[in-house]
């Protein structure tokens, strides 16, 4: 049979798509400095905040995201239907150990750097097929935790490569629901798993960038849109190396990109803060999505969003095994 | 606003619950030789299957098991709208992997041990909210993949806890369909993250079993149901330790526990085959879920079953830094 609420091939189309209601962003230092300072609700003063580890730190900022999503929205936390979330970490403990202090029942995601999307993707079909009435949807990443986790611990200094992105400090939590006012998610394309044979791990913006081109064209090819459609098109982060050849791949594909593209990589640091090609983890796109982006959405700039998470889906483990990388994207349209 | 499918605190009645049109299952050696294995549909002769890494093994088995439930199910991969899978290994690379190989849009879950009833319970919802007609529900784990990230090479040959639990090789996987004949998914439980202090890593069974309870507490109080209603009550892997700890556990509740209790990682192995507790991994509820029970369901032995997937939400590093182990425990209810 065919879904009633699927158009073409990969995109859902919410009859009673949730509404936006709350987010809440809590950055690290650096990001704290940034051109999108403004838009977080905390920046923390240094990157332990008190924690006697990094991993610590990490889990208490997602905690405190998903409590304040919540306050911030006005009701009880006994009301939320679901945490929807997930992280860098192997096992996703930042996530677990958040859920646990919470207490709300939890559906652990995995979906690398796309974690915030895939997290408000399936949460509105969970509110929109009646399963809930609210869904916290969160993720999160940590400099230091990811980097030694990934590649090497921070405290050696290595040299990284021109073209490397900045693991963010940051979580980001939006409160979904199935009543209120103001911005609705419209639309959700759940991508496929792609890999064009990328080996570098440093260079995580070219092993996305194909994924997030596939979802995007089926995207604007299910609902027969043209890029215009949306004021903001706005990817995960592939930072400012994947971005180019996002835009390359998308224009071989006959796709017409203007200024409407960015990219959370790309926004979210100063080019002087020396990030090299920019920002990138799970909590890149869950600050620049629950702080900037909706802010702006909340201010009437955007009243059309495509937001496309992206996320690389290796380990440690598979690149020391050969193993090429393989990425995927996941979109929501944002719509008032 | 009320949930309009959702009964009690955390249970969702599915109004249209898609039918389990096939199931699969890959088994390791070990698993072929325990008392399930005329239910398994294939079985590894040995733990590498021609592969250089037992990671590439696990992901293949996984790959072959989300491709035969497709082909029992005589439908075209085209038709099936996603893939939701899980597993053990950081990243959970089996799943990326397998995902990668098949082409399907694809949602990474993680929830340890409880990733099989994860996925059903997640794809139940998919189906029943009209969001896709066919969904593939997947997990797997590797005795040796899993044993040398969480605690120690199987090459070295070290001595195991007497109330350890032994990681199963293996993959199963179940399609769920809008239409067709037989069993259906009729209700879901999505679990809380309990966390009773345990901090032994050797003791899982102990640190899923409070999880566990509750959520077996709860759907039944949602429900208004007694045990009693159904012919087979199926925890996910707790093992033998754990089972008798969420008997305790359930009988202090006022729980009426009788014979039609049982436990993946009590059946999936005799007792002469030395694994101590029993089985346990992603891979175990899976290959008893997906085969065994399915089997016996399909044959009219069982007519109503709740199958409650365990997991452990820890990772090496937190308990290295001292966390306790946090679990959950999803539940799905099948019935003919």
Redesign the interface.
């Known amino acids: 049979?065919?879904?009633?609420?699927?158009v073409g091939n990969?995109t859902?189309v919410f009859e009673n798509g949730p509404f936006i209601i709350s987010g809440h962003t809590i950055a690290g230092p650096m990001e704290g400095q940034g051109p999108l300072a403004a838009s977080f609700d905390t920046i923390l003063k240094d990157t332990y905040d008190g924690e006697?580890?990094w991993?610590?730190t990490e889990s208490k900022m997602l905690e405190n995201a998903m409590r304040e999503v919540v306050k911030k929205a006005d009701i009880l936390l006994d009301s939320v239907?679901?945490i929807l979330a997930?992280d860098?970490?192997?096992?996703?403990?930042s996530?677990?150990?958040a859920?646990?202090q919470i207490?709300?029942?939890?559906?652990?995601?995995?979906?690398?750097c796309s974690s915030m999307a895939?997290s408000m993707a399936?949460g509105s079909?969970?509110i929109?097929?009646?399963?809930?009435?609210k869904v916290i949807c969160s993720a999160s990443s940590h400099h230091e935790t990811a980097e030694r986790?990934y590649r090497l611990p921070t405290e050696q200094g290595n040299q990284r490569a021109m073209y490397a992105q900045w693991t963010v400090t940051g979580a980001g939590s939006v409160l979904l629901s199935?009543?209120g006012t103001g911005p609705r998610v419209t639309t959700a394309t759940?991508?496929?798993?792609?890999?064009y044979g990328e080996t570098d791990v440093n260079n995580m913006g070219a092993a996305m960038a194909p994924a997030i081109a596939d979802t995007i064209i089926n995207h604007l090819n299910d609902l027969k849109r043209q890029p215009d459609y949306y004021d903001l098109i706005v990817t995960g982060d592939l930072g400012s190396v994947g971005l180019q050849l996002l835009v390359k791949l998308l224009v071989k594909n006959n796709v017409k990109v203007a200024d409407n593209f960015n990219d959370c990589g790309v926004m979210i640091y100063n080019t002087e803060q020396d990030t090299h090609a920019g920002g990138s983890g799970c909590g890149c796109s869950a600050l620049v999505m629950a702080g900037h982006i909706l802010k702006e959405i909340y201010q009437g700039k955007f009243k059309k969003v495509l937001f496309i998470g992206s996320g690389s889906?290796?380990?440690?483990?598979?690149s020391l095994?050969g193993?090429t990388i393989?990425a995927?994207g996941h979109a929501v349209s944002i719509e008032v």
């Open positions: 049979m065919v879904s009633p609420k699927k990969q859902i006697m580890s991993e610590k239907d679901y997930g860098l970490l192997n096992q996703i403990i996530s677990n150990f859920a646990r207490g709300v029942p939890f559906i652990g995601l995995y979906g690398a895939l399936v079909m969970l929109d097929g009646g399963f809930g009435s986790q199935d009543s759940i991508g496929r798993v792609i890999d889906l290796h380990s440690p483990t598979s095994q193993e393989p995927i």
